[in-house]
């Protein structure tokens, strides 16, 4: 793993360069705004949508008696989602909240501490940077960033200020994969020779809100804001509210569910990003008026950035269409295999006998152990409501708000599974092999740089 951990270090040393202005500065002020350990920590919620309500505010009310953290206020652009939300979050967690218009209402308040962060996939970076700007620790939703202007744009942010930030990709906090992390990083399972991943559903409404679509009109809401920085075009409540499926909001299968499992590539590997990416995919089925694909193969290349020689690929495969499969990730050695959907470790390929003594080799085989002795609880589909691992997530950052530590899914983790994301788009726009300069931190496409 020596290699892989040369990767790590000059991967930080180059985003240290790159984002040169953004070493943290301590003054007497920031000193001033770090919470007791008695202290009360009030929270604000940031977009009360689906993820917010079936996930985050159920995991947060879960941990809050315990970590002493209070919900004072909601801020959301829909009128009917802010007041909504205020009701839904006094009935979870009994706390009585104030609805606000917008984030700048929010952070003008001096009763809130820190901020969960649920919004339109592409909106997250921008509202991150925008919270730890406004001295507010975050918890924030993956996708980190889809495009590396923005990832830049909150990395810098977040190294500025030294605020606490936890990303959304909640497998860090998961003790299995914790446990297989150590096992790989110890070195007894080998070189990682292969990853197979897939995420697949039959599911024609997913993403869809036909019963909500027709509710929302443009007086209701605030679609200048709701657009960012994003070209602008006229109001849309399909694009506004499903936002999943079109282009430039979200990329789809990439932001919602690559992030998830290219992440624990990079946290068991060591390796910053991939060396290339190629994809190919289409909307061959659910025919709706989307843009994002319904169907998507890609093939990542990692390894040590200065030796080609070396590395692994990992395939990734996501449909609509058929549920076969579901949910997996596989990873390979010559020794065997982990399969975290059934939270094992097994000789499943391993090198035999007879294979290893054709070559005077000696058998190469991994023992077999369980890295959880409750799979169900640690179920692989990260989006299921009030699941145990984002409820692990969520007390992990109010530990770290208490304590300044690191987060287990730290904003240096969001940014690099940012990278992989950026340059799993810029293969599907382009149809051409991705790489990444570390050197500028640009995706690049025929050596070029990818706008």
């Not at 159920?58 to 970590?67: S, V």
């Not at 009128?79 to 984030?103: C, F, L, M, W």
């Not at 929010?106 to 001295?135: P, S, W």
Request: net charge positive; hydrophobic share 40%; aromatic share 10%.
């Amino acid at each position: 793993m020596a290699g892989q951990d040369n990767n790590r270090r000059d991967f930080l040393k180059m985003s240290g360069a790159a984002l040169a202005t953004t070493a943290v500065s301590w003054t007497a002020t920031s000193y001033a705004s770090i919470i007791g350990a008695n202290d009360r920590v009030k929270v604000g919620v940031i977009g009360c949508g689906d993820r917010m309500k079936g996930a985050l505010i159920p995991a947060f009310a879960q941990n809050a008696k315990d970590m002493n953290f209070q919900f004072v206020a909601v801020s959301d652009i829909w009128n009917r989602r802010r007041e909504e939300g205020a009701a839904y979050i006094q009935k979870v967690s009994g706390d009585t909240v104030t609805p606000v218009r917008n984030n700048d209402e929010l952070y003008a308040r001096k009763d809130v501490d820190a901020v969960l962060i649920a919004t339109a996939d592409f909106q997250h970076a921008r509202h991150g940077a925008e919270a730890v700007n406004a001295g507010r620790d975050a918890y924030v939703e993956k996708p980190t960033a889809h495009t590396m202007e923005d990832a830049r744009l909150f990395l810098a942010a977040v190294k500025k200020t030294g605020k606490i930030v936890q990303v959304g990709t909640q497998r860090r906090s998961t003790p299995s994969y914790q446990k297989a992390a150590e096992y790989i990083q110890s070195g007894k399972f080998g070189d990682i020779v292969m990853v197979e991943m897939t995420w697949n559903v039959n599911q024609p409404g997913r993403w869809r809100r036909p019963d909500v679509v027709p509710l929302l009109k443009e007086e209701d809401t605030d679609w200048k804001r709701y657009l960012m920085n994003r070209p602008h075009e006229p109001f849309d409540a399909r694009k506004y509210l499903e936002f999943r499926l079109f282009w430039p909001y979200s990329s789809g299968i990439p932001d919602q569910w690559l992030v998830h499992q290219i992440d624990t590539v990079h946290w068991f590997s060591g390796l910053p990003h991939p060396r290339s990416v190629v994809a190919n995919g289409g909307i061959y089925l659910w025919k709706d008026g989307r843009k994002n694909w319904d169907t998507m193969t890609a093939v990542f290349d990692y390894g040590p950035l200065d030796d080609l020689s070396k590395g692994f690929q990992v395939q990734y495969s996501s449909r609509f269409t058929n549920s076969a499969g579901g949910v997996k990730e596989l990873y390979y050695s010559n020794a065997g295999m982990i399969d975290m959907d059934k939270q094992r470790v097994t000789p499943d390929g391993g090198l035999k006998d007879k294979a290893a003594a054709e070559m005077g080799m000696k058998p190469n085989l991994l023992p077999s152990f369980a890295l959880s002795e409750n799979v169900e609880a640690v179920s692989t589909a990260a989006d299921t409501k009030g699941d145990p691992q984002t409820s692990a997530n969520m007390r992990n950052w109010m530990e770290c708000v208490r304590s300044r530590k690191t987060p287990n899914a730290s904003i240096e983790a969001g940014y690099a599974h940012s990278v992989a994301l950026c340059m799993n788009v810029a293969a599907i726009q382009t149809g051409q092999k991705i790489t990444f300069d570390d050197k500028t931190q640009q995706v690049m496409v025929g050596g070029k740089v990818y706008a």
